[in-house]
């Protein structure tokens, strides 16, 4: 089986792996690279656990070839996790009980990165639309859209 | 059985000579969004699959009031503001923020119901499907594209490459109705455009989606329509026919009867709702 060399931008750091022929993007994270903050859920691209940012647009990396990111930038959550400390969307759902599991914890932080990069000032709606891909089993949603909003004001100097 | 081969053609043509060497063995992919769950799965497993996100076909341009979409391009793309605003409706309600900024224009017409809401839209809006072959091409109406449940007039060495909508010249009206507001399967999804001469129809375009193996015009409820003013007799009579002549299956989301049934009631609000547009 003829394996090929993909490279590609992951957390602003070249990367450079040698797969089979269309392994997901989510296996090369996971298995390969080691960056398990990607999870693998239902694999059918219903799930939202393993959304990740490709050119800062929210791809779920199940159903992606990682041939088909060559040369383009990927974003994790390892990639926006400080040295030391939180993001202040981390910290938005943490001190906000956003997480309960934390199986869909990764994928809700990506998708609310790249809506808050899109628009800093979501309304309740436009934040309920953007993580209607993402399944949460624990938390019911209320906190993660509590979370979501905190964050923005956070990330807006503390005005909403 | 894994894939042994994944060709990303850098163009069209190379994406079609591709085609023409490798005949049906060559699974075609645009966005994955069909494909990948099938082959993680592994109720698909193709030796040989050519992915199109790097042929060029990503690109939305105005020419002579039609909307010209390169068949690549994502659905999210159709949410810009000079999209047609039935389309960018349609979009809105197609999957959700990640799914779209995967799926495809071009891809949506090889989704299984009842899936596939874009292209109800798509066909109420008379949408002209260019496809294209090494050495040829031609332009099929999406009205006669499908031909089955999963089966289109395709050949095995043809591409959908471009999607032509004409401006819409009437009113038009969108519908998605399923089991939650966003992110879910259709019970019924319905497009409508009217042209009105007067207080009368002069032409009818009813297409409906997630009730029949591929998205229907309901031609005989618009016959029906033509000729006659949008009063509440009308659209009675309108939305009766198109639910006795649309073919609704059950699964996990609807019954076929209940499917039926929302035909009527969705159909009828929706030219209701028409009818007082000015």
């Known amino acids: 089986m003829p394996a090929t060399i993909v490279r590609f931008i992951l957390n602003g750091r070249p990367t450079e792996v040698m797969v089979r022929p269309m392994m997901t993007l989510q296996t090369v994270l996971r298995e390969v690279l080691g960056y398990t903050a990607t999870k693998a859920g239902c694999k059918q691209g219903g799930c939202g656990s393993c959304t990740v940012l490709v050119n800062g647009e929210p791809m779920v990396s199940c159903l992606l070839p990682v ?14 996790t400080p040295v030391e400390g939180l993001h202040p969307l981390q910290q938005a759902f943490f001190e906000n009980f956003a997480t309960q599991c934390g199986y869909c914890t990764p994928g809700m932080i990506m998708v609310a990165k790249a809506l808050l990069d899109h628009n800093p000032h979501p309304d309740r709606q436009t934040i309920i639309e953007a993580l209607a891909g ?11 859209i509590r979370a979501v909003e905190d964050a923005a004001r956070r990330l807006n100097g503390g005005r909403p | 059985m894994t894939v042994q081969s994944y060709y990303l053609p850098r163009s069209l043509a190379e994406a079609t000579a591709l ?41 939305l ?3 002579d009031g039609a909307l010209v979409i390169g068949a690549t391009t994502p659905l999210t793309r159709l949410l810009e503001p000079d999209v047609f605003p039935l389309l960018r409706e349609a979009a809105r309600h197609t999957a959700t923020w990640s799914i779209r900024n995967m799926g495809t224009v071009g891809g949506n017409l090889f ?25 040829g091409e031609r332009t099929v109406p999406l009205s006669g594209f499908w031909t ?7 050949a095995a060495d043809e591409l959908v490459a471009e999607i032509r909508v004409p401006e819409p010249a009437g009113r038009v009206a969108f519908r998605k109705f399923g089991r939650k507001q966003a992110n879910t399967p259709a019970i019924v999804t319905l497009a409508v455009h009217l042209r009105m001469v007067g207080d009368r ?9 997630a009730v029949g193996p591929h998205p229907l015009r309901a031609r005989q409820a618009e016959a029906a329509l033509v000729g006659r003013p949008l009063d509440a007799d009308t659209v009675a009579a309108v939305s009766e026919l198109a639910a006795a002549e649309c073919e609704p299956f059950t699964d996990a989301i609807a019954s076929d009867w209940y499917r039926r049934r929302m035909v009527k009631v969705q159909l009828a609000r929706l030219l209701t709702a028409m009818a007082t547009e000015v």
């Open chain 2, 111 to 135: 989704v299984p119901p009842p899936a596939g809401d874009l292209a109800v839209a798509l066909l109420a809006l008379d949408a002209q499907v260019r496809i294209v072959r090494a050495g």
């Open chain 2, 61 to 63: 341009r105005r020419e």
């Open chain 2, 201 to 209: 129809v002069a032409d009818a375009r009813l297409a409906l989606g």
């Open chain 1, 67 to 80: 041939e088909d990111v060559a040369d383009q930038e990927v974003t994790t959550l390892e990639g926006l």
């Open chain 2, 148 to 154: 089955g449940f999963m089966q289109t007039v395709l």
């Open chain 2, 19 to 59: 085609l023409a060497e490798h005949g049906p063995s060559l699974l075609v992919m645009a966005g994955g969004t069909v494909v990948m769950p099938l082959i993680n799965e592994g109720v698909s497993t193709p030796e040989k699959v050519m992915g199109l996100r790097r042929a060029g076909l990503s690109y």
């Open chain 1, 134 to 144: 993402n399944y949460c089993r624990c938390t019911g949603y209320e906190p993660i």
